[in-house]
């Protein structure tokens, strides 16, 4: 059996609302939209559904119980622009190049530069 990675999905409040936080905060591209309800994005090269459903909202990156962590060749640059776009970092995961942030349901994010990492 050949096993690859598909699609992540992520539960929101409001798909309308994430829509806009991951077209206009992250960059990603509008793939479809189903039933007004379900969205597919295209974020890099990974594919991204979200879906209505519940959340689970936690204050602490290390208490999340799972990230979606993105990697970037330019730390400094991607976090002026992500800054520039309105997001909010929320701290780091223990190292000062690594900054965490949240989507509008709670889901985390680390921001990596995998290559800059000691």
């Given at each position: 059996?050949?096993w690859r990675?598909?699609?992540?999905?992520?539960?929101?409040?409001?798909?309308?609302?994430?829509?806009?936080f991951?077209?206009?905060?992250?960059?990603?591209?509008?793939?479809?939209?189903?039933?007004?309800?379900?969205?597919w994005?295209l974020?890099?090269?990974?594919?991204?559904l979200?879906?209505?459903?519940?959340?689970?909202?936690t204050?602490?990156?290390?208490?999340?119980?799972?990230?979606l962590?993105?990697?970037?060749?330019?730390?400094?640059a991607?976090?002026?622009?992500?800054?520039?776009?309105?997001?909010?970092?929320?701290?780091?995961?223990?190292?000062?190049?690594?900054?965490?942030?949240?989507?509008?349901?709670g889901?985390?994010?680390?921001?990596?530069n995998?290559?800059?990492?000691?």
């Amino acid at each position: 059996m050949d096993w690859r990675p598909g699609h992540w999905e992520l539960f929101c409040a409001d798909t309308a609302r994430a829509r806009d936080f991951y077209e206009r905060i992250l960059g990603a591209q509008l793939l479809e939209e189903q039933e007004g309800r379900y969205v597919w994005l295209l974020l890099g090269a990974q594919e991204l559904l979200l879906r209505p459903g519940k959340t689970v909202r936690t204050d602490s990156y290390g208490q999340a119980g799972q990230a979606l962590v993105l990697y970037t060749d330019d730390l400094p640059a991607a976090r002026a622009a992500l800054k520039k776009r309105g997001l909010e970092f929320r701290g780091e995961d223990g190292h000062p190049d690594c900054p965490t942030f949240q989507d509008p349901d709670g889901h985390w994010f680390q921001l990596v530069n995998p290559g800059e990492l000691d």
